[in-house]
């Protein structure tokens, strides 16, 4: 089954391989653009403590100082799970992706252009949402971990998916599920991290995503991977816990409250003062990038693994 085919009405047609007649994709240049200043205000310090959903990682990379100090061949065989929705509007960003974790020694295969489900899930057909799951089970069942660009499919596989399969396939489907890890968390818990260097001058914004922040607890991983880059100003949002206004299907089936949401967000952006929003999900990105473009306000959005690429030294 393909990213949610089949369907009928009009909620069961959007899916997030429809994408490009709601977003458009921006191609830039490597590093952050000459006009950003270090103007506006940075957002308060907070916490940024180990990341929960890190935990139980140790299992799925080996220690690579038990190897030797020069050690830094691959450490895993991994996929590198590049959901539907982002294959459509930033293909860009599963390039991004791998090329960061082979820098770390990973061995990675791409599982592109499937989807975990969600837009299905979320509209109740639970029969396509199952189907559409099933066959990304398959896919990565090969792999001691599946590295998930998003975490709104990382949450959906890990916590929902499991539940639409019963008895002894619910078991199996939970296994493979528990090896679905979001890029951030995985990224921070690496042996090989602390042997990159991480240098970007400029100014960034961060948003939290609802699922990052809440479904998978990884808004410390996050920070913890923008805290490393040597010269970059990471400026907190005043009202980081909001909803962008995005939610999947709930910016079609409320695009009113949707399109409040996303304004509000942009106003909290503005006020930081960068001129680049980024975000683990890039779902987010879109929505809030689409609308910043519709009025007229300069702002380019970066994914994590776009923003770690460049920083690479």
Same mark, same amino acid.
């Given at each position: 089954?393909?990213c949610c085919t089949s369907f009928i009405t009009p909620v069961r047609a959007f899916c997030y391989g429809c994408l490009p007649s709601f977003f458009t994709t921006v191609t830039r240049p490597r590093g952050l653009p000459g006009n950003l200043s270090?103007?506006?205000?940075?957002?308060?310090?907070?916490?940024?403590?180990? &990341?929960?959903? =890190?935990?139980?990682?140790?299992?799925?990379l080996p220690c690579a100082e038990a190897r030797g100090p020069g050690y830094n061949a691959p450490v895993a065989r991994i996929a590198l799970f590049d959901p539907c929705y982002m294959a459509t509007i930033r293909p860009q960003d599963a390039a991004?992706?791998?090329?960061?974790?082979?820098?770390?020694?990973?061995?990675?295969?791409? $599982?592109?252009?499937? /989807?975990?489900?969600?837009?299905?899930?979320?509209?109740?057909?639970?029969?396509?949402? +199952? =189907?559409?799951?099933?066959? $990304?089970?398959?896919?990565?069942?090969?792999?001691?971990?599946?590295?998930?660009?998003?975490?709104?499919?990382? &949450?959906?596989?890990?916590?929902?998916?499991?539940?639409?399969?019963?008895?002894? *396939?619910?078991?199996?489907?939970?296994?493979?599920?528990?090896?679905?890890?979001?890029?951030?968390?995985?990224?921070?818990?690496?042996?090989?991290?602390?042997?990159?260097?991480?240098?970007?001058?400029?100014?960034?914004?961060?948003?939290?995503? /609802?699922?990052?922040?809440?479904?998978?607890?990884?808004?410390?991983?996050?920070?913890?991977?923008?805290?490393?880059?040597?010269?970059?100003?990471? *400026?907190?949002? &005043?009202?980081?816990?909001?909803?962008?206004?995005?939610?999947?299907?709930?910016?079609? +089936?409320?695009?009113?409250?949707?399109?409040?949401?996303?304004?509000? +967000?942009?106003?909290?952006?503005?006020?930081?003062?960068?001129?680049?929003?980024?975000? =683990?999900?890039?779902?987010?990105? =879109?929505?809030?990038? &689409?609308?910043?473009?519709?009025?007229?306000?300069?702002?380019?959005?970066?994914?994590?693994?776009?923003?770690?690429?460049?920083?690479?030294?």
């Amino acid at each position: 089954m393909g990213c949610c085919t089949s369907f009928i009405t009009p909620v069961r047609a959007f899916c997030y391989g429809c994408l490009p007649s709601f977003f458009t994709t921006v191609t830039r240049p490597r590093g952050l653009p000459g006009n950003l200043s270090p103007g506006g205000r940075p957002g308060p310090a907070r916490d940024t403590g180990p &990341s929960p959903a =890190a935990a139980g990682l140790d299992r799925l990379l080996p220690c690579a100082e038990a190897r030797g100090p020069g050690y830094n061949a691959p450490v895993a065989r991994i996929a590198l799970f590049d959901p539907c929705y982002m294959a459509t509007i930033r293909p860009q960003d599963a390039a991004n992706a791998r090329h960061f974790l082979e820098a770390l020694g990973d061995d990675v295969a791409l $599982l592109d252009g499937r /989807c975990c489900g969600q837009p299905a899930f979320n509209s109740g057909f639970r029969a396509e949402a +199952k =189907a559409a799951g099933r066959q $990304l089970l398959r896919a990565g069942q090969p792999f001691a971990a599946v590295v998930t660009t998003s975490g709104a499919c990382t &949450s959906m596989v890990r916590h929902y998916l499991p539940g639409l399969f019963e008895g002894e *396939r619910a078991q199996g489907a939970l296994r493979i599920a528990e090896r679905f890890v979001d890029f951030a968390s995985y990224v921070a818990a690496h042996p090989n991290l602390g042997r990159l260097g991480l240098q970007l001058e400029g100014v960034v914004a961060y948003h939290d995503s /609802c699922h990052t922040r809440r479904e998978l607890g990884s808004s410390p991983a996050v920070l913890g991977l923008l805290g490393r880059i040597e010269g970059l100003e990471v *400026r907190r949002l &005043s009202f980081e816990e909001e909803c962008c206004g995005f939610g999947g299907t709930f910016a079609v +089936k409320q695009p009113e409250v949707s399109v409040a949401m996303l304004t509000a +967000k942009l106003e909290d952006v503005a006020l930081s003062g960068a001129r680049v929003l980024v975000s =683990a999900d890039v779902s987010c990105l =879109a929505h809030i990038q &689409s609308g910043a473009e519709g009025m007229g306000v300069q702002l380019e959005g970066w994914s994590l693994p776009e923003l770690l690429v460049r920083a690479l030294a």
